[in-house]
Structure formats: C-alpha cells, structure tokens
C-alpha cells in the first residue's frame, strides 16, 4: 500500500523567502499525487495534482510542485512567501490501480514579517 | 455555483451515544461524494466514497456507517460511538469521470468530541 510522509510539522519562513514543504510517497505503481491547503477555519482547498502529465505542476497562489520518480518525491514550492500563505499544506498519494487515498500528516506553515 | 454544507460544525457526544453527520452539496448533480476523519496528530484518513445514490464503498473497518439517500445528501452515523472516533470530520464532493483523480472540495468539517 502507498503511503505519505510530510518532512517537518512546521515550518517558518520569513515573507518574501522561499517556501519548501517536502512530501516523499511510497508506491509500488505509478501515483497520482496532490497538495491541498487548509486555511484557518476553514475546509480543504486543492492547490495542484499531478496525475501523470507534466512532471512540474502549477498550482494556484503561486505554488507549484514537481514530481521526481528517482526520490520519490512531490515537494511543494513557492519563490516568495506571503503572510496569507500561512496555513496547514497536505500531501496525498492513490496508487492509480486500487482506490486508496492516503493523506500526509500536515505540515504547518508559518509566515514571518 | 457550487457549494458544501456539513452540520454540525461542532459536536460533543458521550461514548456509545449514536452519531448522525450531514453533508449536502447544492449546484451540481450526481457528485461522487467522499467523507474523511482527521484525527487529532495525524493526517487525513478517507472513509467512505460513493459514486451514487445508494453505492458506498468503505475503506477502513470501523464502528462507523455511511449512506446516500438522496444524490447530494451524504450522511455519517454509528449506532454507538468510541473515544478513538473523536477527530475532524470532512466531506467533500468531486465531479470528474474517475474519482479517484477527482478535484475535490471540501466542507468546513465537523469536529466531534466523544467523552
């Protein structure tokens, strides 16, 4: 079975910096992958997916991500931080030939000024 | 324009006490409709998904149970809650053909605590 992990809890950057938000997956089959943000009081919100097409995906609010088969990984990036993105990111992973979606942890984001 | 209502956004219910949450979505037609626990620490966990009126499909054993009587009407029950059922609970509807790559929108959520 295919499964998540998000690298670090939490994460501070200050505005205007980079932003990185890690997620490696585990899959035996090729994945589709997603990154979803959840806003303060507020439901889940899909930022981009990756369902075999372009390896770099473009998301919304400026995020993208892209997809590296040889680590394994989705990370999700954004060149320069706003103090609206602070919000908790998650990582989802369904292996493209059964019907189970794992999500990662979260990982919380935070913004200095 | 489509929109998802989950009630209610917030529950404290006592341990074997029955459970009924809602979720309807108003502006689209025969959603695939999915409903998910965050528990507390952890990520988000799918539970059950159904593609149409009456079809449930599970993914994880447990207490809990899950039906569609109407086709945007997605209802989470248990006849007699647990402590491990406390958590966030989500639903979320998608319109795609495969709903497994489904873009999918979530409801505020409802947290419930079981004592």
């Known amino acids: 079975a295919q499964s998540v992990t998000q690298l670090g809890s939490h994460v501070s950057v200050s505005e205007g910096a980079l932003v990185l938000l890690r997620c490696n997956y585990s899959s035996s089959v090729p994945p589709y992958l997603f990154w979803y943000v959840q806003y303060p009081n507020q439901g889940l919100q899909l930022l981009l997916k990756y369902t075999s097409a372009a390896t770099l995906v473009k998301g919304i609010n400026g995020f993208e991500a892209e997809f590296k088969k040889s680590e394994t990984s989705f990370h999700l990036t954004k060149p320069s931080a706003h103090m609206s993105d602070a919000a908790e990111y998650f990582c989802a992973v369904i292996a493209y030939n059964n019907n189970d979606m794992r999500f990662g942890a979260g990982t919380r984001l935070t913004v200095k000024p | 324009s489509q929109t998802i209502h989950q009630w209610p956004a917030t529950l404290v219910q006592p341990v074997g006490s029955p459970l009924s949450l809602e979720c309807t979505v108003e502006?689209?037609?025969?959603?695939?409709l999915y409903w998910y626990r965050q528990a507390a620490g952890r990520g988000l966990q799918l539970l059950f998904y159904s593609v149409g009126i009456g079809q449930i499909s599970s993914e994880v054993p447990q207490n809990l149970s899950a039906s569609r009587p109407q086709d945007r009407q997605f209802i989470l029950s248990s006849k007699k809650l647990l402590l491990s059922d406390s958590g966030f609970y989500l639903c979320?509807?998608?319109?795609?053909?495969?709903?497994?790559?489904?873009?999918?929108?979530f409801g505020p959520g409802t947290r419930l605590t079981v004592l």
């Open positions: 502006g689209t037609s025969n959603p695939n």
């Open positions: 979320a509807w998608g319109a795609g053909t495969n709903y497994l790559t489904d873009t999918q929108y």
